[in-house]
T-cell receptor
Framework: GAGVSQSPRYKVAKRGQDVALRCDPI?????LFWYQQALGQGPEFLTY????????KSGLPSDRFFAERPEGSVSTLKIQRTQQEDSAVYLC??????????????FGPGTRLTVL | AQKITQTQPGMFVQEKEAVTLDCTYD???????LFWYKQPSSGEMIFLIY??????QNATEGRYSLNFQKARKSANLVISASQLGDSAMYFC????????????FGTGTRLTIIP
């Protein structure tokens, strides 16, 4: 079956532009996560959805960042008025929802955002 | 909150040798999970292995094993019989509780296998 897909794979934006990054999770996966990975660093948590509900957005760095998952499947991460410090790889991950057992998070290939 | 420390920015290992990647963690949670992901140059994160905080046995997955020492708060990854395809970034991480929790990652170790 298909894995997690993300589009676009690469995005170049001029400072001040708005961007939208898309994530298609694995079919049937209830949980969806967004992470930001700066160059030379590990991924850092941004936000988490369970179906369409955004249960945790504590990692969003500013109010310029907004994420949605209106129908509980595809998710979009939107960044308004991009800044150079937003340049990073944005990773999406999905997982099944099970009881008290580890649910592997399956990652997409990421979107590399470069803000000029 | 969890904090993950990986003190080896880079390692070079001869092919077919075993390698240990170090990871220490700090958490106030009673229940937590520890895991390792591999990130090749293509960028995708590949899950390798998971250890629950209450698991008494060290986790193993093929050539990968996790050396879990709870009292020392360490979760080192051991790769046996390394292969050229093992060259990649390796990230140690943790989650609070079990399942459906955000993951906290370390800064990673770049492993290079020498033929």
């Amino acid at each position: 079956g298909a894995g997690v897909s993300q589009s676009p794979r690469y995005k170049v934006a001029k400072r001040g532009q708005d961007v939208a990054l898309r994530c298609d999770p694995i079919s049937g996966h209830v949980s969806l996560f967004w992470y930001q990975q700066a160059l030379g660093q590990g991924p850092e948590f941004l936000t988490y959805f369970q179906n369409e509900a955004q249960l945790d957005k504590s990692g969003l760095p500013s109010d310029r960042f907004f994420a949605e998952r209106p129908e509980g499947s595809v998710s979009t991460l939107k960044i308004q008025r991009t800044q150079q410090e937003d340049s990073a790889v944005y990773l999406c991950a999905s997982s099944r929802l099970q009881g008290n057992s580890y649910n592997e998070q399956f990652f997409g290939p990421g979107t590399r955002l470069t803000v000029l | 909150a969890q904090k993950i420390t990986q003190t080896q920015p880079g390692m070079f290992v001869q092919e077919k040798e075993a390698v240990t990647l170090d990871c220490t963690y700090d958490t106030s949670d009673q229940s937590y999970g520890l895991f390792w992901y591999k990130q090749p140059s293509s960028g995708e994160m590949i899950f390798l292995i998971y250890q629950g905080s209450y698991d008494e046995q060290n986790a193993t997955e093929g050539r990968y094993s996790l050396n879990f020492q709870k009292a020392r708060k360490s979760a080192n990854l051991v790769i046996s019989a390394s292969q050229l395809g093992d060259s990649a970034m390796y990230f140690c991480g943790a989650e609070a509780g079990f399942g459906n929790e955000k993951l906290t990652f370390g800064t990673g170790t770049r492993l290079t296998i020498i033929p």
